[in-house]
């Protein structure tokens, strides 16, 4: 049954515009309240519980998670997979709107989630919070005090100024529009941070937003990706279940998934397509191609992702040997590994095969961006097959039959054939049936005088051209 479930908050603004310590605000003011001291946490999400808001309701907590870049937040929307309720938006008081910050606005945009405004460092001189609003103007967003429908608070991460009104304004979204889950229904789990630890394996930060985690459930992507081994809280408790919209960390997956991908206890919350096709992913609204990069040295990985195209997506890049994680990570998010300078082992060009992920090796740079760049703009080669003129028309019961004669190459019954009239192409069709008299074949050579029936149907003339193709798409 659906119940409601606490708010996730994402935070969201430029570099340096105060996310970091307005979240460390939050958080200490959580551990003050639980008296707790000395905590080490290892997964920054966290939940707050709100004193300031104080109701007997349910809903008193708040989750926030801590800070995803702003890819791994468009991953998380391309993915379908909306990770948070609400949005901040942060501006810097005495900094006001920068790029980032249009660039945050237009991923809370396109996510189709409310959003407050918060205009942080509010204790310093030379905030002004009243030019920020009318930058907003400048790139769209009309706040409440401008007669317009957008929250927004003044508040300081430094000395609390205005944090108690932000909470209160997220409680009253909430209550807006409740966010809902099902405890007992499927697992909904959506990986906020991953990676592989030396020590531990691979960890996997999700917040559940539908369903219950626990302790010993198989978890899938598209792919399984091992068992919950153990589920620790964010002051490093080790839980045995995390209710929705609890943060998590899970241990003991036996690959890492991809940050914003959707960990389900079943196994086809993200049917993947079984044969090998290009991988894509909607990103900013745009089509974008995943890919996990993997090099020598930094310094090759930081040469190749500075000049990416936008529509690549990178979602990892690391130093050191293709490895088994990497294949598994490829296929659970679709994606192709492409390697700069080093050896694919045998063993992970195999477990690739059998998972039908694509693994492209290069020593030269140059020839991995132009590899990339047909990834991105696909040019689809054409080659000649054969070509025959249509010389007579005869009938055969209901069907037109093309009396034609073979001028170059070769015409089989499965080619894909286009029928052009002078220089115009008439339509593109395929072979119904190839016979020379009554005998039906399945090939005609240079030279050969054949009939042949279309299907679909194409009205052709006398004097039409047939042309066989083949397309060659991307590599
Ligand atoms: P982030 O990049 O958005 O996470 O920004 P940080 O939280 O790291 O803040 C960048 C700088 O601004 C740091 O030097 C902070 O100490 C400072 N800062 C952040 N919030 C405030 C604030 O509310 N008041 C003041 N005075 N300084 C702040």
Same mark, same amino acid.
């Given at each position: 049954?659906?119940?409601?479930?606490?708010?996730?908050?994402?935070? =969201?603004?430029?570099?340096?515009?105060?996310?970091?310590?307005?979240?460390?605000?939050?958080?200490?003011?959580?551990?003050?309240?639980?008296?707790?001291? /000395?905590?080490?946490?290892?997964?920054?999400?966290?939940?707050?519980?709100?004193?300031?808001?104080?109701?007997?309701?349910?809903?008193?907590?708040?989750?926030?998670?801590?800070?995803?870049?702003?890819?791994?937040?468009?991953?998380?929307?391309?993915?379908?997979?909306?990770?948070?309720?609400?949005?901040?938006?942060?501006?810097?008081?005495?900094?006001?709107?920068?790029?980032?910050?249009?660039?945050?606005?237009?991923?809370?945009?396109?996510?189709?989630?409310?959003?407050?405004?918060?205009?942080?460092?509010?204790?310093?001189?030379?905030?002004?919070?009243?030019?920020?609003?009318?930058?907003?103007?400048?790139?769209?967003?009309?706040?409440?005090?401008?007669?317009?429908?957008?929250?927004?608070?003044?508040?300081?991460?430094?000395?609390?100024?205005?944090?108690?009104?932000?909470?209160?304004?997220?409680?009253?979204?909430?209550? #807006?529009?409740?966010?809902?889950?099902?405890?007992?229904?499927? #697992?909904?789990?959506?990986?906020?941070?991953?990676?592989?630890?030396?020590?531990?394996?691979?960890?996997?930060?999700?917040?559940?937003?539908?369903?219950?985690?626990?302790?010993?459930?198989?978890?899938?992507?598209?792919?399984?990706?091992?068992?919950?081994?153990?589920?620790?809280?964010?002051?490093?408790?080790?839980?045995?279940?995390?209710?929705?919209?609890?943060?998590?960390?899970? =241990? /003991?997956?036996?690959?890492?998934?991809?940050?914003?991908?959707?960990?389900?206890?079943?196994?086809?919350? &993200?049917?993947?397509?079984?044969?090998?096709?290009?991988?894509?992913?909607?990103?900013?609204?745009?089509?974008?191609?995943?890919?996990?990069?993997?090099?020598?040295?930094?310094?090759?990985?930081?040469?190749?992702?500075?000049?990416?195209?936008?529509?690549?997506?990178?979602?990892?890049?690391?130093?050191?040997?293709?490895?088994?994680?990497?294949?598994?990570?490829?296929?659970?998010?679709?994606?192709?590994?492409?390697?700069? &300078?080093?050896?694919?082992?045998?063993?992970?060009?195999?477990?690739?095969?059998?998972?039908?992920?694509?693994?492209?090796?290069?020593?030269?740079?140059?020839?991995?961006?132009?590899?990339?760049?047909?990834?991105?703009?696909?040019?689809?080669?054409?080659?000649?097959? /054969?070509?025959?003129?249509?010389?007579?028309?005869?009938?055969?019961?209901?069907?037109?039959?093309?009396?034609?004669?073979?001028?170059? /190459?070769?015409?089989?019954?499965?080619?894909?054939?286009? =029928?052009?009239?002078?220089?115009?192409?008439?339509?593109?069709?395929?072979?119904?049936?190839?016979?020379?008299?009554?005998?039906?074949?399945?090939?005609?050579?240079?030279?050969?005088?054949?009939?042949?029936?279309?299907?679909?149907?194409?009205?052709?003339?006398?004097?039409?051209?047939?042309?066989?193709?083949?397309?060659?798409?991307?590599?």
């Amino acid at each position: 049954m659906l119940q409601n479930r606490p708010p996730i908050i994402v935070i =969201l603004g430029h570099v340096d515009h105060g996310k970091t310590t307005l979240l460390d605000y939050l958080r200490k003011s959580n551990l003050a309240a639980r008296e707790a001291g /000395g905590i080490t946490q290892t997964i920054r999400s966290f939940q707050l519980a709100m004193p300031a808001v104080a109701s007997a309701k349910e809903g008193k907590l708040i989750t926030f998670i801590d800070t995803p870049g702003h890819a791994a937040f468009a991953q998380m929307r391309s993915r379908g997979s909306k990770a948070a309720d609400i949005a901040l938006l942060i501006v810097a008081g005495n900094d006001g709107v920068m790029p980032q910050t249009k660039e945050a606005y237009e991923a809370i945009s396109k996510s189709g989630i409310p959003f407050i405004v918060v205009i942080t460092k509010s204790d310093l001189a030379e905030s002004d919070p009243d030019r920020v609003k009318t930058q907003l103007t400048e790139i769209g967003i009309i706040v409440e005090d401008f007669g317009g429908t957008v929250p927004a608070v003044a508040v300081s991460g430094k000395t609390g100024q205005g944090i108690s009104e932000l909470l209160e304004m997220i409680d009253l979204m909430r209550e #807006l529009s409740p966010p809902q889950a099902d405890p007992d229904g499927q #697992l909904e789990a959506v990986v906020v941070e991953s990676k592989l630890d030396s020590k531990k394996g691979p960890l996997a930060e999700v917040i559940v937003k539908n369903g219950t985690l626990s302790l010993g459930q198989l978890l899938f992507n598209s792919a399984p990706v091992g068992k919950v081994k153990a589920l620790l809280d964010f002051e490093n408790t080790q839980i045995k279940t995390a209710l929705p919209s609890v943060p998590v960390e899970i =241990l /003991g997956l036996t690959s890492v998934p991809p940050v914003g991908s959707v960990l389900s206890d079943k196994p086809v919350l &993200n049917p993947q397509p079984s044969n090998v096709k290009t991988p894509t992913s909607i990103v900013n609204g745009q089509s974008s191609i995943n890919v996990i990069l993997k090099a020598d040295v930094l310094g090759s990985l930081e040469a190749i992702t500075n000049q990416l195209d936008p529509k690549i997506s990178v979602l990892s890049s690391t130093t050191g040997e293709v490895n088994d994680t990497d294949v598994l990570s490829a296929k659970s998010s679709n994606a192709i590994i492409v390697a700069f &300078n080093l050896k694919i082992g045998a063993s992970v060009q195999k477990l690739a095969e059998i998972e039908k992920v694509r693994v492209k090796s290069f020593g030269i740079i140059y020839e991995l961006f132009d590899y990339l760049d047909l990834l991105v703009n696909p040019k689809e080669t054409e080659k000649i097959l /054969g070509k025959a003129l249509i010389g007579a028309e005869f009938k055969i019961g209901p069907d037109r039959i093309a009396g034609c004669k073979v001028t170059e /190459g070769l015409l089989q019954k499965s080619d894909t054939v286009r =029928l052009v009239r002078g220089d115009k192409v008439i339509g593109q069709t395929k072979f119904k049936s190839l016979q020379t008299g009554k005998t039906l074949i399945d090939k005609v050579k240079v030279g050969q005088e054949f009939g042949a029936t279309l299907s679909p149907y194409l009205d052709f003339k006398v004097g039409d051209i047939i042309i066989a193709f083949a397309t060659y798409g991307t590599p």
